[in-house]
């Protein structure tokens, strides 16, 4: 990544952040400040910050993955083992909106998570992520299975109301990487995908993938999933909570909600998203090789 920045640092101005939300505050001080265009180069974590910034701004999010899951760039189409491709997206100059979600306030594109899923990126070190990559998560999950969650209760602004162990939101169709967790996602038509866990333990990491395999989680028996405009989710103690895979805090409750801003994406034209053969694919691929950075000719 640093290579390829430096080999294209006389296309922008390039600022390096040192600690937690100076992303944030740089995108909102470019937005502030008329720029039309603002980059995000890193995982889903920076994205996050980034959008946080611009929210509520007309500048458009540019996106250059290098991050351990990059969901969101996955989601969108951009090429993520492609530096050059995913910098050519950026120039053509195609901006599709999509819709932007709170949680408790911290705004999120992608998807958000209350207990178990929340945990595990609690358990996950910075340092086990550059070592092992995905695998970082897989591990942490192993360690949090056996703990007993705390019922959950989801209300819907409609009156829906539903109980659980844990809770997964998506604006878009994937989760995890290349994982369609959301068959039915879409992420501009103002809607949640809802995910609510009626057990936990090794029953919800093996519902989860048999889900998968069998074309929707939503299909297993011990899993609920419905589309919501707006809900609230209840735990009788505060449990954590993440949105695009970086935590916001624990909380007893969490209220989601559309923000009234939307996002401005520079993205493809149209957005390809992988089926099984790409998760077999990505989980055969592990520890993940480094990012395509050639900067020949024609590409």
């Excluded at 929210?55 to 899951?69: D, F, K, N, R």
């Amino acid at each position: 990544m640093l290579r390829f920045l430096m080999d294209h640092a006389n296309r922008f101005a390039m600022y390096a952040t040192n600690h937690a939300g100076e992303a944030r505050d740089l995108a909102a001080r470019f937005a502030k400040e008329g720029e039309p265009v603002v980059i995000a180069a890193g995982g889903d974590g920076t994205l996050n910050e980034v959008v946080s910034g611009l929210a509520g701004s007309e500048t458009i999010l540019g996106v250059l993955p290098a991050g351990t899951m990059n969901v969101f760039a996955r989601e969108m189409g951009i090429p993520f083992d492609s530096l050059e491709r995913a910098f050519m997206v950026i120039e053509r100059g195609f901006v599709r909106d999509v819709d932007l979600f709170e949680a408790n306030g911290s705004p999120f594109m992608q998807m958000a998570g209350v207990g178990f899923d929340a945990r595990v990126i609690e358990e996950t070190t910075w340092e086990s992520k550059k070592m092992l990559g995905p695998l970082a998560y897989l591990l942490a999950g192993m360690k949090v299975l056996g703990a007993k969650p705390p019922k959950i209760e989801v209300i819907c602004a409609d009156g829906r109301r539903e109980e659980g162990v844990a809770v997964l939101a998506g604006n878009g169709a994937l989760y995890g990487g290349p994982f369609k967790f959301f068959r039915n996602a879409n992420n501009h038509d103002s809607k949640l995908d809802v995910l609510v866990y009626k057990e936990s333990g090794y029953k919800l990491v093996l519902d989860s993938l048999r889900g998968l395999a069998a074309g929707g989680i939503d299909l297993m028996e011990s899993t609920t999933c419905f589309q919501a405009e707006e809900f609230t989710v209840r735990a009788e103690c505060e449990l954590p909570v993440q949105v695009d895979g970086e935590l916001i805090g624990r909380f007893s409750e969490v209220h989601f909600v559309e923000s009234a801003n939307r996002l401005r994406v520079l993205a493809p034209e149209d957005a390809l998203i992988g089926g099984f053969a790409d998760t077999m694919k990505f989980l055969l691929n592990w520890p993940r090789r480094p990012v395509e950075v050639s900067t020949a000719k024609g590409i």
